[in-house]
């Protein structure tokens, strides 16, 4: 469960996020959708105790951030735009290392099933740098899914990729979250509206730093969506 | 299911945090975390070769052109050499340190790294360690390279307990300001500009050490800068350790 209250960041005097107010509950998949500069990252970065708030509560599963950010990161898997993977070791290294600094048990294990999820078994010895964006990212989200977190963090993966490898990722993004044992807890920052209501529970439209909009996906229309973000982003 | 092996959850971080094996276990994973990341920087070094052919490349550049410039005599060889072979070491170094954080930042992993749930110190000390590795490595190289040039015995346990203090003085002082120059535009430029004050005290003492051994003067000469090297490797170490966590936080 990801608790956010009252949540404000500033940079300098300049104002990214203002007094923002938003609770995903356990399961929920959330996708946050807002144009450039809204502060989408921002709040992310926020929840995945990168930043730090200037004023207001954010609580993961319980946790306090920035309090108890060691143990809130426990829970937590982040996907990027940047695969946060090194080109120099290959996608068996990569897991290892992620999985050492997670202290995840069975890691040999565990490795082999997060290769066989993602559909990179094959090139389990290859250099990462050898790996197309679409490969690169699919082995991100198994990075970020080794330690079997709770709470999974999208920001923006579809970035860079082309159809195919974006409906390669939908497809283990839906996977990923739907977890059989029990479901995680999803907030996935996007600029493609269509995706977030394909993909989502519940979307939220940020503008100017706050929430303008909330709805539940089933039932909104692509183009009732489209609509309203274009009245709120650009009024 | 597939994914379904482990889950550890509030519930047993916890039980872990409360259990009386809290101490070992946690210092247990700090050091395989600080392990990791050595690991990680020196496999990673192993493939690209980028680090450690620059800096032999110009160390042996820096040790060729002193040699040649200087066209010393005997003893006045036996005077410079302790400088020249920090010289070298030190900028030799300075390229390391450069990149130990740049090209975390460059390919965005540095955050992976900040997302770990383990103390943020473990990166300072893996990427401090990985850092003396390459440095050590270079030292090692180029140290009988300068003994033939200069025509001095070199190979002496007590200097390589120098050039270790030293090494580590340096790389522990330059892992902390790279951390803290990684995040500016002029990084590379900073980084010496912040780095050579501060570590001046240890370049004097490892100089005066490294001189002392190789004129066979005293111990009791040697010592007191012997010693100042050990104080400030402890006190600066220290210091980064109580920082670090706040220089990556945004």
Redesign the interface.
Known sequence: MIEIRSLTKTFGLKPVLRGIDLTIQPGEFLALVGPNGAGKSTLL?IV?????PTFGRVRL???ELPAQA???????G?V?H????????TAE?NLR??G???????LK??IA??L??VGLSKRRAD?VRTFSRGMAQRLAIG?A?L??P?IMLFDEPHTGLDQDASAMLDNILKT?AA????PRTVLMISHDLPRALALAHRVAILSRGKIAYESPAAGLSPFDFARTYETLTNG | ??????????KS??AI?DSATVAPLRFT?YL??V???V??DV???I??RELISAMLVFSLLVVLIFNFALELDRFARENVAAGVLWVTFIFAGTLGLNRTFAAEKD???F?????????RTTIYFGKLLATMIFMLIVEAIVIPVFSVLYGLSLIQPLLFAVVLLGTLGYAGVGTLLACMAVHTRTRDVLLPILLFPVTIPVVIAAVKSSAGILLASQWSDIAIWFNLLIVYDTIFIAIAFMVFDYLV??
């Open positions: 970065r995945a105790s990168l930043a730090r599963n319980g946790y060691d143990p809130a990161r426990r829970l937590l982040v990027s940047h695969p946060l993977l090194y080109g120099d070791l290294e290392f992620y050492e600094m997670y202290a995840v048990p069975h294990h565990r099933e997060v066989e999820l250099l990075r899914i330690h079997s709770q990923v977890r059989d044992s029990a | 299911m597939a994914e379904g092996i482990h889950r550890e959850g509030a971080a916890k945090n994973q395989r975390a392990a990791a990341i690991r990680k496999a990673a070094e493939r690209s390919r965005g992993s955050d992976g790294l900040l997302l770990a749930p383990v103390d936080e945004e």
